[in-house]
């Protein structure tokens, strides 16, 4: 998956926004120190995004259901 890069650096801003007011003069550095970390570990998770999770659940709920009437199908030639 590629990795939003908005969300990495909105939450780079603030966790540098959260250090205490004496650590301004070095909040850029954190701020692109927090980036760099983020996305590596956001690259190492392996996520999917929601549009392929949904697309992924409706696939599993069609197999499911042809699943269910194919069983059906067996279960009454079975008993015919």
Known sequence: ?????????DLSRKLSEALP?????????????FRLVLARAFERMNLVTREEFDAQKAVLAR??????????????????
């Open 1 to 9: 998956m590629m990795i939003d890069m908005r969300l990495v650096d």
């Open 63 to 80: 197999t499911r259901e042809k699943l269910e009437t194919l069983q059906q199908q067996i279960a009454d030639l079975e008993r015919g």
């Open 21 to 33: 007011p004496g650590f301004t003069q070095i909040r850029t550095e954190a701020e692109e120190q």
